[in-house]
């Protein structure tokens, strides 16, 4: 699909360790040059991207692009879809408040309110320290927690916003 | 076979076919926005089904169904007029029009807008629903297209155009729900894509979303300046500027366009055939001493600024092989604001020279930094066959009803050779004409070289130049032309010379030209017929015979190939990045 530019050099001036790491994943994947084909690969490289740079800054865009042989277009149009992706910095912690129905109802804009004032920081942005985001997700398939709060992968339920202070001691 | 009814009248169609084809076969009009069949070789049919506007009746079936993307089967029942289907279809325009500017009046589609026409046709005379409306930026950024995603309705056919037909791959749906948009990655600006300015996107819109940048004021504007204003017009425009005075596909107006911009007040009248010879010299040149080297084959031919700028972004490993030549449009400029002015005695500053193209990449392709050969900028303003149009009208020039013209001497005169550059093969049959003649050294009779005509998306053949077996191939639409250079990227394809355009079926259907709305098959044809047969009457048809190409030479270039025609008539290309 696209002429041989090195979008691997351009992502190991990021990190070479992580540009290998991701090189490595996708090269274990079937590819082919049957673009169609390869489309089915793209959110699960994504994913894995996403884990090893904790976010997808264009540079990876285009090296996933280029591998899958599909346009930079197609990539980001399927980040910007999905709001699991990100291709904004993320802090070391991502607090990621559920806003689905049940946590809704269950007071989760109270959570909001109160993790924006503890942390200064609104829903989306991420500190100035790189150390925590806050996010708001759509349900997280634990509605009998209501409200539930994910950091990174460790899920608190039944919160409060006396439990917010505890909540972030708990990220060292 | 399958056998259906529609609205109780039997029909019959093949396997893989919609209801909406099997409803044309009936001539029944079913309205249809996103729905979107590709033509001029390039066979993509966009049915997403996302506009709803063409649902009909299914027996049997509780909801309605889009007729676009809804295969025929055996023993279907469908009503596509009862009042359930018309008041959906009236709620689905109602709503794209709740979230749709309400500027028509203004609106550069005007008139041309496919969501008016609907509007029209449902007898839509009130919008019902109110609410919130989508506030995008506006895209100016570049030289050729406009982005005004405010007033895209998500139908996802330029989409198609660029990815599918095209293979650029610039537009994608961002976002989702009501902050979905059309747009490049990171949303940026045009000018920092690949894009290539084919315009085939803002051939597919049917509302104002995509539209070429307007030059008609600054147009006017140097008319009026007191400089020396000459205009030029490429082989495209003459068979489809009549198409928007009503005037039937495929009717040449070459005459009537020549006294139009007399009356509108140009200088002096040219033609972009005379360029066109004068690209065969000098292409033809390069390819004769290629041959003889056996190196940098095949050529690729560079007239196409959107073809240029695809593979300076996309196949930067193929950049020794296009042809060096600029295209016709900056050789007329660079030999006008040198040899020309001189002759009359006007300083390159004093000149204008302004282009009528049937492309929206060449007004792109004027603003390029290194075409300043002469000095100065070397062709000015560019306008489209389109913007021509609503020039000739706002003008009040009753374009039906004029006395026809010549061009003017010396840049007006031109060859057959010259005009078939307008159609996809042109090119190329132009350059076998004079290479033929050149490596035989005779002045052969057999000059129809029918093998490289028509509108196939690819062709190929082989052709006798002296005792050369040419072969040749020949690719229109960025997605065709892609699959040739992947064979040659990997070896699989020998060819000597291969034509390049960017747009399906030529510049006889370059983003500039006047939409064709639903019948664009058949227009293509007849704009083709129409300049294969301005070919045929044309008194002289090489392109190395045309008496002021070589007087050219002979008072001011030299020879082809000279140090002075590389200067002002060859060009190099720039790598740019892939995204």
Known sequence: MSCPINSKAELAKLSPEKAEELDVYLTSLPLTDDRERNRGFLIQSLHKAQEIFTYLPSVVQVHVANRLGLHLAEVYGVISFYSYFTDKPVGRYKINICTGTACFVKGADKLVEEFQRYLGIKLGETGTDGKFSLTGLRCVGACSMAPVVMVNDRVYGNVTTKMVPEIISDCK | ?579
Not at chain 2, 410 to 419: D, I, K
């Open chain 2, 1 to 579: 076979m399958i056998n259906l009814t529609i609205n109780n009248l039997p029909v019959q169609v093949s396997e893989g076919q919609t209801v909406l084809d099997a409803a044309h076969k009936l001539g029944i009009d079913i309205p249809t926005l996103c729905h979107l069949k590709s033509t001029g070789g390039c066979h993509v049919e966009s049915k997403t089904g996302s506009c709803r506007v063409c649902v009909v009746e299914i027996d049997g079936r509780p909801n309605l169904a889009p007729s676009c993307c809804t295969p025929a089967t055996e023993g279907m029942k469908i009503i596509t007029s009862s009042l359930r289907v018309i008041n959906a279809r009236r709620t689905m325009l109602d709503l794209l029009l709740s979230d749709h500017p309400k500027d028509c009046l203004t609106c550069e589609k005007s008139g041309d807008c496919q969501l008016q026409d609907l509007a029209a046709k449902l007898g839509l005379h009130r919008i019902k629903y109110k609410g919130e409306m989508s506030k995008h930026e506006i895209d100016v950024s570049s030289e050729s297209i406009v982005r005004d995603p405010n007033k895209c309705i998500m139908c996802r056919r330029c989409e198609t155009a660029c990815n599918v037909v095209q293979t650029v791959g610039v537009l994608s749906g961002v976002g989702r729900g009501f902050e979905a948009v059309v747009g490049p990655a990171d949303l940026r600006p045009l000018s920092e894509t690949k894009c290539t300015f084919c315009g085939q996107c803002v051939a597919a819109c049917p509302t104002g979303a995509l539209t070429e940048v307007d030059h008609t004021y600054k147009c006017w504007n140097a008319i009026n300046s007191g400089k020396t204003v000459v205009v030029q017009t490429a082989p495209a425009v003459r068979v489809a500027l009549g198409e928007a005075f009503g005037m039937e596909p495929g009717s040449v107006t070459t005459g009537k366009m020549v006294t139009a911009l007399r009356m509108m007040g140009f200088s002096k009248v040219f033609d972009t055939d005379f360029s066109a010879d004068l690209t065969i010299m000098e292409e033809t040149t390069e390819f004769i001493e290629r041959l003889k080297s056996g190196k940098n084959l095949p050529i690729l031919t560079s007239c196409c600024p959107g073809w240029v700028k695809f593979f300076e972004h996309q196949f930067q490993d193929l950049m020794h092989i296009p042809s060096t030549c600029k295209s016709p449009q900056q050789m007329f400029g660079a030999i006008a604001k040198t040899y020309y002015a001189k002759k009359i005695g006007v300083k390159a500053e004093d000149m204008i020279v302004v282009s009528v193209m049937p492309c929206l990449a060449k007004k792109y392709e004027s603003a390029r930094d290194e075409f300043n050969a002469s000095g100065t900028r070397d062709v000015d303003i560019v306008i489209s066959t389109r913007e021509l149009a609503s020039m000739i009208k706002e003008a009040g020039i009753a374009f039906d009803h004029l006395e026809e013209s010549q061009y003017d001497d010396p840049l007006g005169e031109s060859t057959g050779a010259g005009v078939i550059f307008g159609a996809t093969g042109g090119v190329l049959e132009a350059a076998l004409r004079t290479a033929a003649d050149w490596v035989t050294g005779k002045d052969l009779q057999e000059i129809d070289f029918t093998a490289v005509r028509g509108l196939d998306g690819i062709k190929e053949a082989t052709v006798k130049v002296g005792d050369l077996e040419v072969k040749a191939a020949i690719s229109s639409g960025l997605g065709n032309a892609r699959k040739l250079l992947e064979k040659i990227r990997k070896g699989e394809a020998q060819y000597h010379i291969i034509e390049i355009m960017a747009c399906p079926g030529g510049c006889l259907n370059g983003g500039g030209q006047p939409y064709t709305g639903g019948r664009c098959d058949e227009i293509l044809a007849k704009r083709m017929e129409a300049i294969y047969r301005d070919d045929k009457n044309a008194k002289i048809r090489k392109s190395h015979q045309n008496p002021s190409i070589k007087k050219l030479y002979e008072e001011f270039l030299g020879k082809p190939g000279s140090e002075l025609s590389h200067k002002l008539l060859h060009t190099h290309y720039h790598g740019r990045r892939n995204v």
